[in-house]
Nanobody
Framework: QVQLVESGGGLVQAGGSLRLSCAAS????????MGWYRQAPGNQRELVAA???????NYADSVKGRFTISRDNAKNTVYLQMNSLKSDDTAVYYC??????????????WGQGTQVTVSS
């Protein structure tokens, strides 16, 4: 089990940058996948970026080249660096941890979310 706390959200102008942090209550070294998702009003929650325990990353097409996910195992924290922000990036951003060797039986844990608002 793990508790996740996001921080770093806020209001930023289009073209600006923010860095989100997701602090875990335990070591993330063995957590199989850590990811960032977002949900805008009226929309489904969608994957933004994910990083595996081996360091492989995956990004939504809409954020490729602008966002970077990273994990600091020593600090039990995952980051999402967001550059060149657009109004379409406005959403609540959630951190998720997936724990378990077998993908289909993994347990998923979510943070409470942090609001990102990009003004045009």
């Amino acid at each position: 089990q793990v508790q996740l706390v996001e921080s770093g959200g806020g209001l930023v102008q289009a073209g600006g940058s923010l860095r989100l942090s997701c602090a875990a209550s335990r070591s993330i070294f063995s957590i199989n996948v850590m990811g960032w998702y977002r949900q805008a009003p009226g929309n489904q929650r969608e994957l933004v970026a994910a990083v595996t325990s081996g360091g492989s990353t995956n990004y939504a097409d809409s954020v490729k080249g602008r966002f970077t996910i990273s994990r600091d195992n020593a600090k039990n924290t995952v980051y999402l660096q967001m550059n060149s922000l657009k109004s379409d990036d406005t959403a609540v951003y959630y951190c998720k941890a997936e724990i378990g060797i077998i993908t289909i039986t993994r347990k998923h844990y979510w943070g409470q979310g942090t609001q990102v608002t990009v003004s045009s």
